[in-house]
């Protein structure tokens, strides 16, 4: 009897649930799709490698899977409370009838159980529809072919699905039982005589903290663009974040009595229509619900910063795989000491080792770089680029290499380039950080020579930006090249040898690092050599497992943090409703009509929705900024276009919640 009452409920307020069924079932299909990776790549053809990188991918997503629990459990807890409340009327009549407040309790726990059934199963069903979608961008990520694509479920994602969200709904009866177990039926029966009370605000208080807020934020922006976000473990980027929470509470805090005195300046807007009633409902709202909207704000900032970086990043280090490889394979050797010094090249020490380097390449080139006595940090303490001098603050102290002119023009022959000629005495900075552009022109222009060791040599006004090995990113920060006949009085500190197959590329591959590794394993004199070998394969499968957990990592959390903030700004409004439907009684009563009593709501719930978006945009502006530096270590990127798309579609399902939040607001005060 009471499965069927509570089913005769749910079927009944159907439209009372939909924000809240809506949202658990996209949290459940979000969290199946991004756990069920591991189990896709059945249909991959992947090499061992790559299959870490998908298996350290699907650790990173399952770590975060149980923080994101929470945040959908806390929506969970949040939507059930807006429920029990707009339902206190009916709980006492129900208790008038005789029903004692256990059979209730039961009937809740029922309606909880079909509704968090139909959640998991709505959210699972399309959850592994579009999984497959999913599977498909790893695939492309990783170049690799998906040679026997099949229709996957995933039972270990399902399974973990039910588990993480079964215990949110036993979390949920628990509270129902306790919080109807403290009801009193005076106190239903009286729930929908009892109006919201209206909350006001001191004005001179309210001024005072919106100027506050206003130069805590100030501060907070200034202090994060000097950071950079280079060194996270700074004083200045702890009192950023700690100005920037503080500046967003007292903003929202300080907003109802200081946009109420704004208005009222304009007394013919103020009186107009029902803009004096639709403003004190505003106000008493955000003064009521200011620690939320504060929160939400911030999880709106991090949805749109987590996923637009997490996008530009992968953007970026896939472009830079492209960049920094332009040979197959680059093998190195360190040059710790006098003793790993030797006049032999790379590729004949190699010789010695057992392995020829002739059968797999007829294009090679041995080169070695050598120390200048130049320190890095010295040569640039005058740079003007902020980049550049956050970056120092955090690295350790080294010299910048030499390469001679033979080898760097060999290197250029490989690339396809031509070669470069530089007078008598003169040296060409080379680097391979695009982001290090702007300071080395700087640099060019300030100063005509410099001195390595004892020596002047003149500046070349042509610097050069390309990669002189193949490796994962940029670090060749700036190289000296100097004419050969000058480097012969400079200590060798790195011995490399760069090479391009011959013949099918991956079986020559194959054959090469089966080879190194066979050497690795066996051979002691190698082991002690400190010759180690990274590929064009390798960098890229590195790469695309890092940018692989950025990207599902970003976009994870960015889309929980959205739809949890619009449904809890959603729930919030719709709450209020119940509570301030005697107020739109006694407007309909004085004659107010039903057109103007929707338009009043519009402003309303358009107002409450765009305020707290409004703040994360323009956080948005300062912490995209600077993520952008971030993004800059991983490459270079245009990341104006990628931004505007990742706000848009924020924007666009924030609409959606604010559409269905004001429809049926209307629904409950016309009902």
Avoid: W
Wanted: with cysteine; hydrophobic share 45%; charged share 20%.
């Amino acid at each position: 009897m009471l499965f069927k009452l509570s089913y005769r409920n749910v079927k009944r307020s159907i439209k009372d649930y939909s924000i809240y069924f809506l949202t658990l079932a996209l949290g459940v299909c979000i969290f199946y799709i991004f756990n069920s990776l591991e189990s896709q790549t059945i249909m991959m053809d992947l090499s061992q490698s790559k299959k870490s990188y998908v298996e350290l991918i699907s650790k990173t997503i399952s770590a975060v899977s149980v923080f994101v629990s929470f945040v959908l459990g806390f929506l969970v807890i949040y939507a059930n409370n807006f429920i029990i409340k707009r339902r206190n009327k009916e709980f006492g009549i129900y208790m008038t009838l005789g029903i004692s407040k256990n059979k209730i309790s039961f009937m809740l726990f029922y309606e909880t159980l079909i509704i968090g059934i139909l959640s998991l199963a709505v959210g699972i069903f399309i959850g592994t529809f579009l999984s497959q979608g999913l599977a498909s961008v790893t695939a492309n990520m990783f170049e690799v072919n998906m040679t026997k694509y099949q229709f996957v479920f995933s039972k270990e994602s399902a399974l973990k699905s039910i588990l993480y969200f079964g215990i949110t709904f036993i979390l949920v009866m628990i509270l129902n039982f306790k919080v109807l177990s403290k009801y009193n039926l005076i106190d239903l029966i009286n729930s929908g005589k009892n109006n919201e009370k209206l909350k006001t605000s001191n004005l001179v208080l309210s001024v005072f903290l919106f100027v506050i807020s206003i130069v805590c934020l100030s501060i907070a922006y200034k202090l994060i663009l000097e950071n950079q976000l280079i060194n996270i473990s700074n004083n200045k980027f702890k009192i950023s974040i700690a100005l920037g929470i503080l500046g967003t509470l007292l903003f929202f805090r300080a907003l109802a009595g200081f946009l109420i005195k704004a208005t009222q300046s304009s007394k013919n807007y103020y009186l107009k229509n029902l803009n004096a009633f639709t403003l004190r409902q505003l106000n008493s709202k955000i003064n009521t619900h200011y620690i939320s909207l504060s929160i939400i704000c911030i999880m709106l900032f991090v949805a749109i910063g987590m996923s637009s970086s997490a996008i530009s990043i992968k953007n970026a280090i896939e472009k830079t795989s492209k960049i920094q490889t332009p040979y197959d394979m680059t093998i190195t050797k360190d040059v710790n000491d006098e003793k790993d010094v030797n006049d032999k090249d790379l590729s004949e020490s190699l010789k010695g080792l057992g392995m020829d380097i002739n059968k797999y390449s007829d294009e090679f080139v041995n080169y070695n770089l050598y120390d200048s006595k130049v320190e890095f940090s010295n040569m640039f303490k005058d740079t003007n680029d902020n980049f550049l001098k956050q970056q120092m603050k955090i690295l350790e102290k080294f010299n910048n290499p030499i390469m001679k002119l033979s080898s760097y023009n060999k290197l250029r022959e490989m690339q396809g380039k031509e070669k470069v000629q530089i007078k008598e005495k003169e040296v060409v900075l080379l680097t391979d950080m695009n982001q290090l552009k702007p300071a080395i022109e700087d640099y060019i222009k300030e100063n005509d020579n410099i001195r390595i060791d004892k020596e002047d040599f003149k500046i070349c006004k042509n610097y050069e930006c390309m990669p002189i090995e193949t490796g994962v990113m940029g670090m060749n920060f700036v190289v000296f090249v100097i004419d050969d006949k000058y480097v012969e009085n400079f200590n060798e500190i790195r011995n490399y040898l760069s090479l391009n197959y011959n013949g099918n590329k991956e079986d020559i591959e194959n054959k090469i690092v089966n080879e190194f590794e066979n050497l690795e394993r066996d051979s002691k004199q190698y082991d002690e050599s400190g010759i180690s070998p990274y590929s064009r394969t390798m960098a890229f499968e590195n790469n695309m497992g890092i940018s692989s957990v950025f990207l599902y990592v970003g976009i994870y959390i960015g889309v929980v943090f959205l739809i949890s903030s619009a449904a809890v700004l959603a729930l919030s409004q719709l709450s209020g409703a119940n509570e301030s439907l005697g107020r739109y009684k006694v407007l309909k009563k004085l004659g107010v009509s039903t057109t103007m009593i929707n338009k009043s709501i519009f402003i309303q719930i358009l107002l409450y929705f765009i305020l707290p978006i409004s703040l994360a945009l323009v956080h948005s502006i300062f912490g995209i900024k600077v993520a952008n530096n971030v993004v800059a270590v991983f490459g270079v990127y245009d990341t104006v276009g990628n931004n505007m798309f990742v706000i848009g579609t924020i924007l666009l399902v924030y609409t959606v919640y604010f559409v269905m939040t004001y429809k049926n607001y209307k629904r409950i005060v016309n009902k």
